[in-house]
């Protein structure tokens, strides 16, 4: 079994102006920051690694990727480092882990295309509804001002913020463990039919909506399957969080899908207008 490091001096001091910082919250009550996943005063590792679905080692390694250049003056210590070293690994992690992914799926793919499905995956969008939809926010250390930002919808703090705790995966337990964490996350709304272009792709276009509201990505459940094996037919519901959006009937299932998506498309142009 493998035994966590004991917390070092930097780990303490961060978790001590963490605690000084949130006791003003914890008095007033459940506004702003006392809603923050933490312990005593302690970041909450044992949450941060439920919602990673990953076994955390090194907590100074972790504790630098969730920490904002923002909540330095509150450490008092002129070594603590932000996050933005790992947020620069880690961006450069999350393009290789991804165009390879896209690359094996797709083998047939051309290079703009592969290269536009990769675009749509890295973004500050989508990395910023991925860490809202994993709860990321809720860890991410910030002074009260960088939270208010982040919480008025700032995409690029929580951006970041994931692509620090990426790279702190891969130094801590190598590329595979990204992988892993990846294929569990950002690549699960990698369908077949990802790579069609245009208005045709009623399924990017949903994800990237739903996304930019900072929505889990949709899911589709098939619902009925009827007649024969030569000529069978699909129903599919698509469904955001636990709300259903739209239905679609085809031929295929990759078809009523599209035809799920469409119609929730609309569902949802409609309720937001």
């Known amino acids: 079994m493998t035994r966590k490091h004991a917390p070092s001096r930097l780990t303490q001091r961060i978790l001590s102006a963490l605690g000084k910082w949130l006791s003003p919250f914890r008095r007033r009550g459940s506004n702003g920051v006392g809603k923050r996943e933490q312990k005593k005063g302690f970041v909450n590792f ?19 990727a969730l920490t904002h250049r923002s909540f330095l003056p509150l450490l008092d210590d002129p070594n603590a480092i932000p996050y933005e070293r790992l947020e620069f690994l880690g961006d450069s992690i999350l393009n290789l882990v991804v165009a390879e992914y896209l690359y094996n799926k797709f083998p047939n793919a051309r290079e703009g295309e592969l290269t536009q499905a990769r675009t749509r995956l890295v973004n500050r969008k989508t990395l910023a509804a991925l860490a809202r939809d994993l709860r990321l926010d809720k860890f991410v250390l910030l002074s009260n001002s960088a939270q208010e930002s982040m919480e008025k919808g700032h995409d690029s703090l929580l951006a970041d913020s994931f692509e620090a705790i990426v790279a702190a995966m ?104």
Not at 46 to 64: A, C, N, P, V, W
Not at 213 to 227: D, F, Q, S
Not at 254 to 262: D, G, L, M, V, Y
């Open 46 to 64: 044992k949450g941060l690694e439920k919602i990673l679905r990953y076994s955390i080692r090194d907590q100074t390694l972790f504790l630098q």
């Open 170 to 273: 891969y130094l801590e337990s190598g590329l595979e463990a990204v992988r892993k964490f990846l294929s569990s996350t950002l690549l699960t709304s990698v369908t077949d039919d990802f790579l069609i272009s245009g208005d045709e792709n009623y399924k990017s276009i949903l994800l990237e909506l739903v996304q930019a509201h900072g929505l889990p990505a949709p899911h589709y459940v098939i619902t009925k399957e009827e007649g024969p094996d030569h000529d069978r037919t699909f129903t599919v519901e698509v469904l955001v969080g636990n709300e259903r959006l739209g239905v679609g009937v085809g031929r295929s299932k990759k078809e009523a899908e599209q035809r799920a998506a469409e119609r929730a498309l609309s569902q949802f142009l409609y309720h937001n207008r």
